[in-house]
């Protein structure tokens, strides 16, 4: 397995691949490798030549009252279960070579960034799509591979995908859980023995509102009233953002039909974790 | 000389060219071809196996009050010169194509941007970065030649393609001019007659700043002082901007050091020229 610091390095070795005619898969992480991490890898791993994964805690991203500087970091470990997993390349840059003195670029995408977290973090989306366009033309994959527990992340991506002609295809991956229902996170560290009972509060609230779907309910407001008064039951649950919105648009719906989320933002002390149902996809919890 | 409308099928296709070895140069134009276009072409004639051409007067440079609608087009006469010249493809999507509906992404370059054109038409730049992302992903080429007439342009596109990462080479060519000076633009057939003659100042304006740069002069405002007495005194000519900027920051300079250039935007009557000269080079008016 190659580890690649430099963007020109990974570039080289990114068009040298492809002029083989090797196809290239790229799982953009933020580090710190839980079993999520692991299977967006080995879907990766599945559909190409060349498995790069890059590991970078993208500083654009982050508010100066988040937090960037605690973010969990752990290279060596990160090393050993990307090998164990069939990885082919890490690409882990630093921040001077990504955003070096007088950068002033961002790509900016608008509609679907209006709502959810876009609205309890104003500069995250365009920290994220800058991001992951300057990844996508250093690593330059055929396919990259995105969690679905970031729902309107993975919309974004592939939003700004379709309207840059990004020539990449944007593959999407189901929420892996613990036993327990529990969205895997890398925050999930942060969480005390008794906010870890509480954080079970948002999968429960996506199964209660499934049960409610699959029974017939399709009026938001009266799904999205039972789920906040389930979480808020919760000890140091503090909800964010409980809504139910259009899976393409990401706008808030009255009515379930067609494809709608319901996406949740719950801080659980001081650790804020978001999770999400798509309304008749499955839901392992 | 292939003609592609489709953003899809010039993907494809400039695919297909990288993967048999052979190297892509773009030269993005508005089309109406004058010898200034031609140039550049020529240029890029040099620099690669596929030459491509676009042609696309983009929506999204324009304001609703400047002239998107009136702009030049003569596509049979453009094909014809290209061919001369040696284009292997020409790609020339539609609107409907580029920013279909639900368009959404943008490309902002933020310090560049903030002087000169970047005043006078705000979403100019944001428009002209977010049109050359596409171009770029569309036709993926290896280099992509500029005009140094749009010297503010140029530097954006430069800084876009440094900051993003993309693996392209960004090539300026010299400012192609009539046998009078005046330099070349799809916007002259504007003019009227009485009007050619007052466009004429922009070029001499230039002569006279570089001239006064040859023998000794460094203070910016001195030199801008006489440059605007000059040009106002011409019939229907009325300054937008006259300033010497840093040529990396596009920032006002006081004294003339480094790399500095003289860019002048002025209408005459209802037609908006620019032009510009980089102290220290030739100047051949």
């Known amino acids: 397995m190659k580890i690649i610091r430099s963007p020109r390095e990974m570039q ?31 879907e990766g791993r599945k559909r190409g030549d060349c498995l790069a994964v890059s590991i970078y805690v993208n500083p654009a991203q982050f508010a100066p009252t988040e937090d960037f500087e605690s973010y969990p970091r752990d290279f060596e470990r990160d090393r050993k279960l990307a090998e164990e997993v069939g990885v082919d390349v890490i690409f882990s840059p630093d921040n001077s070579e990504m955003y070096p003195e007088g950068y002033q670029t961002y790509v ?49 991506i592939k939003r700004m995908v379709r309207d840059l002609n990004m020539d990449i295809e944007i593959l999407g991956v189901s929420t892996t859980r613990e036993s327990d229902g529990l969205a895997m996170s890398s925050r999930n560290v942060y969480l005390t023995a008794e906010e870890r009972g509480s954080a079970l509060s948002l999968s429960r609230a996506l199964r209660i509102a499934n049960d409610r779907y699959e029974k017939g309910e399709r009026d938001a407001a009266l799904i999205l009233q039972q789920v906040r008064e389930f979480i808020s039951a919760h000890p140091s649950a503090r909800i964010d953002y409980a809504k139910i919105c259009d899976a393409e648009t990401i706008k808030d719906v009255r009515k379930i039909e067609g494809e709608a989320v319901l996406a949740l933002a719950v801080w659980i002390g001081k650790t804020r974790l978001i999770d999400n149902h798509l309304f008749g996809e499955p839901l392992d919890v």
Request: aromatic share 10%; glycine share 10%.
């Open 12 to 42: 080289v070795f990114a068009e040298s691949e492809r002029l083989r005619g090797l196809r290239i898969v790229l799982v953009p992480t933020m580090g710190y490798f839980h079993e999520g991490h692991l299977n967006l890898m080995r």
């Open 108 to 156: 900016e995408v608008e509609g679907v960034t209006g709502n959810l977290c876009g609205i309890s973090r104003p500069r995250f989306f365009r920290g994220v799509a800058t991001v992951c366009a300057k990844l996508f033309h250093i690593v330059k994959p055929h396919v990259a591979v995105f969690g679905k527990k970031d729902f309107q992340q993975l919309v974004t």
